[in-house]
């Protein structure tokens, strides 16, 4: 967020320098909206120029994309104004050298004067200011990775039976069920306490005496009971 306050401050401070530029001196006491745009590409002339049709028309329409670009977060837009501001500044540098045969800084009468460095000065801050913005590339999709949907399951191959947990078929969104997943009771081995299962010797059964009450194979002997007496 500081990274953005302060680019989009140093590209508007840069905007705001290219466009005042043309109305200030830029060689020889001539102002920079003298300067016609076509004389750019033709060879400077010594005709005068409208304001909408000087070189003041490029800066204005970079100013115009530094606070397109501002309000969209977009340093590739605002980069792109600082370039055009340069390229124009530097392309009237080279007519005008042409024209005159040498390029002369400052002096008393010709050579170049504060418009062009004015000009200059906000192309350099307007690519500064670029650089110094964040953007809004980082953080669009940091958003939507977040608002993406996250499949915990993959759908299961076509030879496989579809077993817990459950799946769903692929870009379908995760469904949550409304019951705990099973637990799986871990195995601790065969029942100590089940005869049938134990593994240590078992005592062979004990050997009853022949009529021993305890004894089921061999029960006791009991005696018939007498008869009835005969009456």
């Known amino acids: 967020m500081i990274r953005n306050i302060l680019g989009s401050l140093v ?3 840069g905007a705001a320098s290219a466009v005042l530029s043309p109305f200030r001196d830029w060689y020889g006491g001539r102002l920079g909206r003298d300067y016609r745009v076509r004389d750019l590409f ?5 005709t ?24 969209l977060r977009s340093r590739l837009v605002v980069a792109f104004a600082g370039v055009v501001v340069l390229g124009f500044t530097i392309l009237w540098m ?26 200059l ?9 670029a650089l110094l913005m964040k953007g809004r590339g980082r953080a669009a999709a940091r958003a939507r990775r977040e608002r993406r949907v996250v499949e915990p399951y ?13 799946t769903q078929e692929p870009g379908m969104a995760a469904q949550t069920s409304p019951w705990p997943e099973p637990e799986v009771d871990a195995y601790t081995g065969p029942d100590p306490y ?26 006791p002997h009991r005696p018939p009971p007498p008869p009835p007496p005969r009456g």
């Open 48 to 71: 005068g120029s409208g304001v909408l049709v000087s070189i003041l028309l490029p800066f204005l329409v970079a100013a115009v994309l530094v606070i397109a670009g501002v309000v």
């Open 11 to 13: 590209a508007l401070a």
């Open 121 to 129: 000065a906000g192309g350099v801050l307007t690519v500064i200011g």
């Open 194 to 219: 089940d005869p049938r299962t134990r593994s240590y010797p078992r005592v062979p059964p004990a050997e009853w005496e022949p009529g021993d009450p305890r004894d089921p194979v061999h029960p």
């Open 94 to 119: 080279v007519r005008q050298g042409q024209a005159a045969g040498s390029l002369v800084v400052g002096g008393d009468g010709a050579g170049m004067r504060v418009g062009v460095a004015n000009a």
């Open 154 to 166: 993959a759908a299961p191959p076509a030879d496989q039976v579809d077993m817990w947990p459950p």
């Open 42 to 46: 033709e060879g400077i002339t010594g």
